[in-house]
Every structure is written in C-alpha cells, then in structure tokens.
C-alpha cells in the first residue's frame, strides 16, 4: 500500500461562512452591462455598486454599518453621461473613488464622511484624454495621487488626479485591455488583453520587459500579481473553452511555470489575492461557488485547498481589505457577494481556530494602506516597498485631508479634444474627418505635379 502525503498547510481547513441575511443588502439595481467587471469595490468603511440607471451612469455608496433594504431614493453618484464599467476606493483614502465610464472619461469622487445624503454629481476631478470608452480604473500601491486607467482605445494612461494631468500613455496594446495588476512595490504593471498576450511593463516607462502568449481562449482573460511571492496567476480558457490557470514568472512570460485546467464552465474568472496568507481566491462570473488555492514559489507553485459552494450566482465580488477584517473570530476574507436579484450578500472566509487570542501566525504584519512615495520623488526615479503594521492593537491609518477640486480645465491636456458622444456624433466626426482626407489628398496631389514640373 503507498501513502499519498498531505501537504501541511494551516488553511486547509478554511471554510465560507454566509452571514445573516439582515447584514446584507437588498432592493439595489445592479448593473447589467456585459463589461467584465466586479461592478463594486469595498472598504472598511463603504460599499461601492455600479447601478442600472437611465440617461446616464451612476453607482452609490453604502456606509458598512447601515446594511438592510436599500431606499428607492437613496442617493446615487450620478455624474457619467454613460454606464459605469469600473469603479475602486483609494487604498489611502476611504472617502476617495475613482470610476470609469462608457462616456470616455475618468472621475474622482469624494465621499462626505457619514455617507451620501443626497445625490452626489460634482466630482473633484474629471480626467479626459481616452477617445474610446474606458474599462478599468487602478490606483497605484505605493504612490499617492497616481491613477492609471485602461480603455478601449488600446491605452493605458498614468494620471495625477490631483492635478487632474496626464504623465505618461503606454501604446503597447494592439486589442482591448481585459485586466491591469501591479506587483508588490508597484515597479511592473502586468495586463491581459484581447490579443492573447500577457504583458510585463515598467510602470513608469511604460516599457514592455517581458511578452508571450497568455491562454488561447476567446474569451476574457485575467491576470494578479502574487505579493511578495513575485509571481503572476492568471486565470482564462483554453481553445477548447476550458477555464484554466496559470502561473507566471515576470522576468520571463513566454513560457508559464503552471497552466492547469479547472473545469469548463464558461463565466470568466475574477482573482483576489491576499499577500499575508498567500491565499489566492477565484470567483467565476454566472458561478455561485468560490474556489481558494495555496501559492508557493517552489513547484508546483499553486495547491488547491478548498471550494466555497452556492447555489446562487454572482455577478461580481467585493474584496475587503484586511483592516476591515475581524481577526477575534480569525477572519482571513471577506467577501460582498453581488447576486442578480439585488442583493449583496457578505461571505467571511475563517480558519477554525479554539482560541480566542490574537493568532499570529494566520495574522503576520500587514501592508500598512499609506501612500510611501508622492508622485514627484516616483518621476525622479524612487521606489518604495510598501510599509507594514501589525493588527494585533487593532489599525486605523492616519486621517487624511479632502481632495481638493480641480478645474476641468486643466484635466485634460490642451492637444486633447474631448470624444464624440452617441450615434449621431460619431457620424458627424466621422464625415468630418473624411472630407479633411479628401481634402489633403487633392492638396498632395497638387504638390505631386508641381514637383513634377519643376523636375523636368
């Protein structure tokens, strides 16, 4: 007879615990677009829902400690012309949201302290320079003020949003932009997109240092950086429409260290990583089920642990950052569950532990969510490694100063003209720009046989 050794781990024995149903959310329109997107965003302080709304985009704001049935009149933030694709708080600020929209531009919203107490439509900042609509928002994890966004017009853009300036576009993409991580210093910036390539770029250059094909799959494709563990997990499909993951060295893409078949379902699978852990958690877009798996830098780099199951659908996950955490029941995740009806369900993620004393060994030092570079000191060539802080006294990162608002003048460079919006628009733009052709080329052709004749 042969033993099959089990992998020692202290969180194999985590499981999903559903909270009661009075300590979620109910009555809220969730959003229907078929962008893959969470559609919400979490803090310890809020949660953020992109909404269905009409004439325009919109998502609102809930404070964590008022959960129950949502008012038909809550306040919404209604300040997009167009539906919302992403939205996420500042790691450093809890009051402090940026989304993105269909309408082709950036906001930077501030949260009153207590809430929404009525419909917020000014934000502090509105950025222009996408000409086609925008997908993802990701605030950098180490300097303060740097936002980058990813649109469908190929690029990726780094803002300072409390300028409202544009400091550097990335034109590497040849196809849509699926997903953006930044690893753990904030030095690369790692994307997937619709061509099939996992990119590796210096985050500040924009240089690609490492390129190769992600998974051959049509459909989308994600990508996370593991910590301090430096590597890349993706998750996407096979040509034969299997879900599979991957595991990736930065230096090098071209060939992945890990690429395993999960099953073949087909909602595209979303990443959360906790660096404290090293737990990797995996949640499919249409799957009501949770999957968590061990990462390691030795092969085989990734060990499944276990699967959190439901018979309710998700159309996208809230991740809590660890701060927000109850670390006297050994909570390690918390997750906001958006289901199709209109509820957000809370899902917490324990390690069964006997004793009630803080537990060390599943709690270690954590990132401390505190900005350690301003954007001046990362353009002259600074690096910084976040700083960390133990949760045993508890954490509450220091208060921080409201944004102060910039003008929408100054939001968008001057070479900049802001996109044509609706059908209509386009059109007229488009008829525009080819009687400008028309034009040039009788004008080339002139200067044609002026050179002509004076050659002669």
């Known amino acids: 007879m042969t033993f099959r050794a089990v992998r020692a781990s202290k969180f194999r024995h985590v499981f999903g615990n559903v909270h009661k149903k009075e300590e979620g959310f109910d009555g809220i329109r969730i959003t229907r677009n078929a962008w893959d997107s969470n559609f919400c965003s979490v803090n310890p302080k809020f949660i953020a829902i992109a909404l269905e709304a009409q004439g325009g985009g919109a998502f609102t704001v809930i404070p964590l400690d008022k959960p129950g049935r949502l008012d038909l009149n809550f306040p919404k933030v209604s300040g997009h012309s167009a539906a919302v694709l992403d939205i996420q708080f500042c790691p450093y600020n809890d009051q402090v949201i940026a989304s993105c929209s269909e309408d082709c531009t950036i906001k930077v919203w501030q949260i009153p302290e207590n809430g929404l107490e009525k419909n917020l ?38 803002w300072d949003v409390s300028t409202g300036d544009q400091l550097k576009q990335f034109t590497c993409h040849t196809d849509t932009i699926y997903c953006m991580s930044f690893s753990w210093d904030g030095t690369l910036l790692a994307t997937t997109s619709k061509d099939k390539k996992l990119r590796v770029m210096d985050a500040r250059t924009g240089e690609v240092k490492s390129e190769g094909q992600c998974h051959e799959g049509t459909k989308a494709s994600r990508c996370c950086f593991t910590g301090e563990l430096n590597l890349i997990f993706t998750t996407g499909f096979s040509k034969m429409s299997e879900r599979q993951y991957g595991v990736w060295n930065p230096e090098d893409v071209t060939n992945p260290l890990k690429l395993e078949m999960i099953d073949t379902s087909s909602g595209v699978l979303f990443t959360y990583y906790d660096n404290d852990t090293q737990m990797m958690y995996i949640g499919g877009k249409g799957d009501g089920n949770i999957r968590y798996y061990e990462m390691d830098t030795e092969s085989p780099y990734c060990h499944f642990l276990s699967e959190y199951k439901s018979k309710d659908p998700q159309r996208g996950l809230g991740f809590m950052p660890k701060r927000g955490l109850n670390v006297g029941e050994c909570q390690v995740a918390r997750f906001y569950k958006l289901q199709p009806k209109g509820f957000v369900e809370p899902i917490s993620f324990i390690v069964p532990r006997k004793s009630t004393m803080f537990q060390e060994d599943i709690f270690p030092p954590t990132k401390r969510d505190e900005p350690v570079c301003t954007i001046a000191d990362w353009l002259a060539g600074a690096d910084s490694t976040p700083s960390k802080v133990s949760l045993k006294e508890g954490y509450e990162p220091p208060a921080r100063a409201e944004m102060e608002k910039v003008e929408a003048a100054t939001a968008a460079p001057l070479d900049v003209e802001a996109p044509p919006k609706g059908e209509k628009e386009l059109l007229k733009a488009w008829h525009s720009q080819r009687e400008e052709i028309k034009q040039l080329k009788a004008q080339l052709a002139s200067a044609e046989i002026k050179i002509r004749q004076l050659s002669s």
Not at 121 to 148: F, M, N
Not at 149 to 158: E, K, M, R, W
């Open 121 to 158: 439509s000014e934000p502090v900042v509105t950025l222009i320079g996408h000409q086609r609509r925008v997908g993802i928002v990701e605030w950098h994890p180490t300097v303060e003020h740097l936002l980058y966004s990813a649109g469908f017009d190929y690029l990726v853009i780094a």
